[in-house]
């Protein structure tokens, strides 16, 4: 079955510490994985996305992702984080050409100063 | 990047009256675009795919002639709610597929926060 799973639905850290949310996916097909970010009232941003190639991928916003096929994951990373990072981000998992996206739950990040 | 847009942002309605939203993709064709819904603190639920110029794939257990759904061009679709119920308030989100080579990503409207009283 596709899935994903997002471990922690809540985390708190200080601003300026360094950041990882966790997303593990169950995928039967060559994943195309993405992190989204959402906040209060809004729609989902996209942060990034990896199709192939370089495991290590960028985002905007000063993110970056890594995908890991043999842990089946794609954690979420930031070195500093600022106090606008306080949202909910979300993990997705697709295929090219199909229609699906499948979500995970969210996880919010709190962000104190 | 890809821009999509979403009309009305907000809309409080009667109980019984319908409701159009309007998803645009301003800067990218899309042949296909999702609606969601979701609920406070939670994921989101895919409601239904709509195919430009063809019928909508909706999930189950979503009512079909409630949420009817048009994808009438490259750019544009609506979900219109009929006969709106206090249930049916929710925060619904779209999405447009852009599958120009070598995407293919979705990207999200800001949403659209109904309230039917």
């Known amino acids: 079955a596709q899935s994903v799973t997002q471990p922690d639905i809540h985390i708190t850290v200080s601003e300026g510490a360094s950041l990882e949310l966790r997303c593990n996916y169950s995928?039967?097909?060559?994943?195309?994985l993405f992190w989204y970010v959402q906040s209060p009232g809004q729609g989902l941003q996209l942060l990034l996305k990896?199709?192939?190639?370089?495991?290590l991928v960028q985002g905007i916003k000063g993110f970056e992702a890594e995908f890991k096929r043999s842990q089946s994951s794609f954690n979420l990373r930031k070195p500093s984080v600022h106090w606008s990072d306080a949202a909910e981000y979300f993990c997705?998992?697709?295929?090219?050409?199909?229609?699906?996206?499948?979500f995970g739950t969210g996880t919010s990040l709190t962000v104190i100063p | 990047g890809a821009v999509v847009s979403q009309h009305p942002s907000w809309v409080i309605c009667k109980s019984g009256t319908s409701v159009k939203i309007e998803c645009r993709s301003l800067?990218?064709?899309?042949?296909?675009m999702f609606w969601y819904r979701q609920f406070p603190k939670q994921s989101l639920m895919l409601m239904a795919t709509?195919?430009?110029?063809?019928?909508?794939?909706?999930e189950q257990g979503v009512e079909k002639d409630k949420f009817l759904i048009n994808h009438a061009s490259l750019t544009l679709s609506t979900l219109t709610v009929t006969s709106a119920h206090p249930e049916d308030s929710s925060f619904y989100i779209c999405?447009?597929?852009?599958?120009?080579?070598?995407?293919?990503?979705?990207?999200f409207g800001p949403g659209t926060r109904l309230t039917v009283l």
């Open positions: 997705a998992v697709g295929s090219f050409g199909g229609n699906q996206f499948y």
């Open positions: 995928y039967g097909a060559t994943p195309y």
């Open positions: 990896y199709f192939s190639g370089d495991t």
């Open positions: 709509s195919n430009e110029g063809s019928k909508a794939t909706y």
């Open positions: 999405s447009a597929r852009d599958t120009k080579p070598p995407t293919d990503t979705q990207y």
């Open positions: 800067d990218f064709q899309a042949t296909t």
